[in-house]
């Protein structure tokens, strides 16, 4: 006796199945991050700007009031909080609330007395006078060529 085929049917529900899960999975990442039990790092760039050393870290939203700066021996450390919506309302969320902290190692010579911090547009910058040490230098790079085997 020879069967008939029949159209999967099953595939429709298995593809539902997989948007019920990709929706779960989704709702609970926004929750997560909604009550991240780990601190949040803010994005940190450091640079030598003529005979400054300058601490960036970018900090949107976030009241420049609530934010503490202190520096003991050779680490600065930044510390504040973004506060949280109303969760009820968010559709799509990527931006990380609640505390952070950010620990950064100053370079040696640095004179914790000269740190000084100014905020603006989101943006918090750490200045002071850059030591002796860390002014920078351009380092040659050699380029070796390999040589071409006679035949």
């Given at each position: 006796m020879a069967r008939t085929p029949q159209s999967w049917a099953h595939c429709r529900s298995l593809e539902d199945f997989?948007?019920?899960?990709?929706?779960?999975?989704?709702?609970?990442?926004?929750?997560?991050r909604q009550v991240s039990l780990v601190p949040a790092f803010p994005?940190?760039?450091?640079?030598?700007?003529?005979?400054?050393?300058?601490?960036?870290?970018?900090?949107?939203g976030i009241n420049p009031r609530e934010i503490e700066v202190t520096v003991i021996g050779d680490v600065v450390t930044v510390h504040g909080s973004r506060e949280h919506h109303d969760e009820q309302d968010v559709i799509h969320c990527e931006i990380t609330h609640g505390d952070f902290l950010r620990k950064v190692r100053l370079p040696p010579?640095?004179?914790?007395?000269?740190?000084?911090?100014?905020?603006?547009?989101?943006?918090l910058e750490l200045h002071m006078p850059a030591p002796k040490a860390a002014s920078a230098r351009k380092v040659l790079?050699?380029?070796?060529?390999?040589?071409?085997?006679?035949?």
């Open positions: 997989c948007h019920e899960i990709d929706d779960a999975f989704s709702r609970s990442l926004v929750a997560a994005p940190t760039e450091s640079f030598l700007d003529g005979n400054e050393y300058v601490i960036r870290l970018d900090l949107p010579g640095i004179r914790t007395e000269d740190v000084k911090a100014a905020y603006n547009h989101g943006v790079i050699q380029v070796e060529t390999t040589k071409a085997k006679d035949s």
